[in-house]
């Protein structure tokens, strides 16, 4: 995984297969996989190839488990989630649909990762969850592999997107990037199991195609990673769905796993059943990662991403956030502009001074209208100090905006308040003068800037100012206390959406106390929660 992310390579795969039908007492052998390549990429893979040697070891599993606060799924077992994505039907609030990287899927017997969730109460408790279940690649059945991504549109039709692969997808076999659509009746009434080997249903994701596939042979080709995805109205195109992921050059005998990487975007019409051929985006940068795209409210389209000095050279890394957008309607993209040069930031294989899970630089971006006309607003996190170039300290949140379609930006701002913060997540809602931004933190642990917690803040548009601060997680999170992932993996992101002056934060953290697969004693796990706060 690239840097970072996740998808869940062979080894993983492979793991997951022998656990259903291995004993207690054999625990399987990971396949090898680089770990530069490792760093790069997705970080799902290899989160579950941890998480399966740990799980060979406890034996059956028993359902089991009490709701704790903002909680955001039914697991019973103690099994992880990480990775939330979010998203709120703007005429249906009582609709919330979530993602996540979804560690049940380890007992799926299909091999399927991608979590899913649904409340019909506006976000109080979820009314069905499940996992997103295989995509056809030209023939080939692909498991969902995580990197969930979540969408609904003005009608409530519900979009999902995620990895796809099969067992080995660094060494052998065929990769996608999986697109969903469903609705908030269907997944109500789909037969999704109680029991954790039965959370796969492909019924309650009725549409599901591949957008893109690639296929490795021999530990050569290529792997697609990170994909983000909108859906929006956009111009004489009508409603679209657009999707923006990594596409890597994978190579066994390369130094770091790989020899290169570009970004691709590919966009289908709202039904999934046309979709254009993959679209170059990130032209001649031989490194990227990180892909972000928005549908603004003028019906064009913004693509963000960054490009990486240093990774495949192996020196110090520095980070360079570009944006390119496509007019309404239109899959050509105009030229592509340099929103800022980060020579400090998070970087792949490094990590926070008092943390180990691995973080990188994710930039996210909107596009609203600022007194009728749109401007770009890009945030991304960096580190005020690197030591020895991979360890970050008092890591910050910056902001940075244009109102020239990218060509000059203003000087990125900090808007965090101190301490280390990582994983902006931004939203905006169309009418609200205001958006919002949620991160994790660690200022509220003064002393060792190691316990996280969630805020939540409020910039003026027409400004790009905080005018409002929040603290959303009430219990401060101990990020190495799951006993299946300890402190190795909180996904790459988390998510925020925004909707009638309500923030929805989907974020985890291990504060529920579970026997894990019904054995020993309660103990912390890595959950999925979601809280409401007014913006």
Request: one cysteine or more; glycine letters at 10%; proline letters at 7%.
């Amino acid at each position: 995984m690239h840097r970072i992310g996740r998808f869940v390579p062979l080894a993983i795969l492979a793991l997951v297969f022998a656990l259903v039908a291995a004993p207690a007492t054999s625990v399987p052998k990971p396949a090898k996989v680089n770990p530069a390549l490792l760093k790069h990429m997705s970080q799902a893979f290899e989160g579950r190839q941890q998480a399966a040697q740990r799980l060979a070891r406890l034996g059956d599993v028993r359902r089991q488990g009490a709701p704790f606060g903002d909680r955001f799924n039914r697991d019973s077992v103690g099994l992880p989630q990480n990775e939330e994505s979010v998203t709120v039907c703007r005429n249906r609030p009582n609709i919330v649909v979530g993602g996540t990287n979804d560690y049940r899927g380890l007992l799926d017997p299909q091999g399927n990762f991608t979590g899913w969730q649904l409340s019909t109460n506006g976000g109080r408790s979820v009314a069905k969850e499940g996992l997103l279940p295989p995509v056809r690649a030209n023939g080939q059945v692909l498991p969902s592999g995580g990197d969930p991504v979540t969408q609904s549109d003005d009608r409530c039709r519900i979009y999902a997107a995620s990895l796809n692969y099969g067992p080995t997808p660094f060494e052998e076999g065929r990769n996608a990037i999986g697109v969903y659509r469903t609705t908030p009746e269907i997944l109500a009434r789909c037969p999704a199991g109680e029991d954790p080997d039965q959370l796969t249903q492909p019924s309650c994701w009725p549409v599901r195609r591949a957008v893109a596939f690639a296929d490795v042979v021999g530990g050569v080709g290529q792997f697609l990673d990170k994909e983000w995805m909108d859906v929006g109205q956009s111009g004489s195109a009508g409603e679209v769905v657009w999707v923006a992921y990594s596409d890597f050059a994978q190579d066994v005998n390369a130094p770091l796993g790989f020899t290169g990487a570009q970004i691709k975007a590919v966009r289908c019409d709202a039904d999934l059943r046309n979709c254009t051929q993959p679209i170059l985006i990130s032209g001649t940068d031989e490194d990227i990662q990180f892909a972000d795209v928005t549908i603004g409210e003028d019906g064009r389209t913004l693509i963000t991403w960054t490009q990486i000095e240093g990774e495949l050279e192996e020196t110090a890394q520095t980070f360079t956030v570009k944006v390119r957008i496509a007019p309404a309607g239109s899959t050509t993209f105009g030229p592509t502009r340099t929103v800022a040069r980060e020579t400090n930031p998070l970087p792949f294989g490094g990590f926070l001074h008092a943390n180990d899970f691995r973080t990188a630089t994710y930039p996210k971006s909107i596009m609203p209208l600022v007194n009728g006309h749109a401007r770009l607003y890009v945030t991304w996190d960096r580190c005020r100090f690197r030591l020895l170039d991979n360890v970050c300290e008092e890591a910050e949140i910056l902001l940075s905006h244009s109102d020239n379609d990218g060509r000059t930006w203003s000087r990125p701002q900090p808007i965090s308040a101190g301490g280390d913060n990582y994983f902006p997540a931004i939203s905006d809602e169309v009418g609200n003068p205001n958006f919002v931004i949620a991160y994790y933190t660690n200022r509220f642990d003064p002393i060792f800037h190691n316990r996280q917690d969630v805020e939540l803040v409020t910039i003026a548009g027409a400004s790009g100012r905080v005018i409002k601060r929040q603290r959303v997680t009430k219990t401060s999170n101990e990020t190495e206390a799951d006993p299946i992932l300890g402190g190795f993996f909180i996904g790459d992101y988390f998510d925020v959406h925004l909707l009638g002056g309500t923030a929805y934060v989907h974020y985890n953290a291990n504060v529920r106390h579970v026997r894990v697969l019904g054995q020993g004693f309660p103990v912390p796990q890595q959950d999925n929660f979601l809280t409401k706060i007014g913006s």
